[in-house]
């Protein structure tokens, strides 16, 4: 156990709706990632929040936005979903995350969100 | 931008035995950090090994070894006495400046009773 949790585990919807998803990260981490998981196109990171603030984003699509609130939880919302958006999508989180210092993110479980 | 490749899609080992699983990558970054995640077929991605590459000594985690030539930009995970619980997707990933992961494309790694 990573210590970081998702909720859902499993969301099924249809296209064009809105999901959104949850994540805690561990303990004492100010830092929160958000990575997709699809066959077609591996893992990817989509965007990086740090004690709340946005610090990077990778290939996150407009239709995508996430947000980190004030007891360091942090949400990604999906909306107008497409068949492709169906991917296992997964929260990391880390003790820094600033420029120049690195330290090891830790994975949660992961949410699978299917499209139909 | 940085890259990661993993030439080895998949790859099986019997049991007890040694296997090398190879990773290169490109960034024009001097301080940087390498990883191996696995990923069992439960999904979950978990850490199993980290290299800070300013340290010249290669890491090691119990059964877990890397070679790190950092001249050559090669990053190999070396599993030695393989176990049936190491069968998984393995996963190299390079970290720059504290902030995203890039990772390769996975080696499937079978281990055989």
């Known amino acids: 156990d990573s210590g970081v949790t998702q909720t859902p585990k499993h969301l099924i919807t249809a296209t064009g709706q809105r999901v959104t998803l949850r994540c805690s990260p561990r303990s004492g981490d100010l830092s929160v990632y958000w990575y997709q998981q699809s066959l077609d196109q591996g893992l990817q990171f989509l965007i990086h929040?740090?004690?709340?603030?946005?610090?990077a984003k990778g290939n996150i699509l407009e239709r995508f936005s996430a947000q980190q609130f004030p007891d360091l939880h942090s949400e990604l919302n999906l909306s107008s979903l497409e068949l492709g958006d169906s991917a296992l999508y997964f929260c990391?989180?880390?003790?820094?995350?600033?420029?120049?210092?690195?330290?090891?993110?830790?994975f949660g479980p992961g949410t699978r969100l299917t499209v139909l | 931008a940085q890259t990661v490749t993993q030439s080895q899609p998949e790859m099986s080992v019997q049991e007890a035995e040694t296997v090398t699983l190879s990773c290169t990558y490109d960034?024009?970054?001097?301080?940087?950090?390498l990883f191996w995640y696995k990923q069992p077929p439960s999904r979950q991605m978990i850490l199993v090994i980290r290299?800070?590459?300013?340290?010249?000594q290669n890491a090691t985690e119990n059964r877990f070894s890397v070679n790190f030539q950092k001249a050559a930009k090669s990053f190999s995970l070396k599993i030695s006495d393989s176990q049936l619980g190491d069968t998984a997707m393995y996963f190299c990933a390079l970290e720059t400046s504290g902030s995203r992961l890039t990772f390769g494309e996975g080696t499937q790694l079978t281990v055989n009773p």
């Open positions: 960034t024009s970054e001097n301080n940087y950090y």
């Open positions: 990391a989180s880390s003790g820094r995350g600033l420029a120049g210092i690195t330290d090891t993110q830790y």
């Open positions: 290299q800070e590459a300013y340290k010249q």
């Open positions: 929040y740090y004690n709340g603030e946005e610090r």
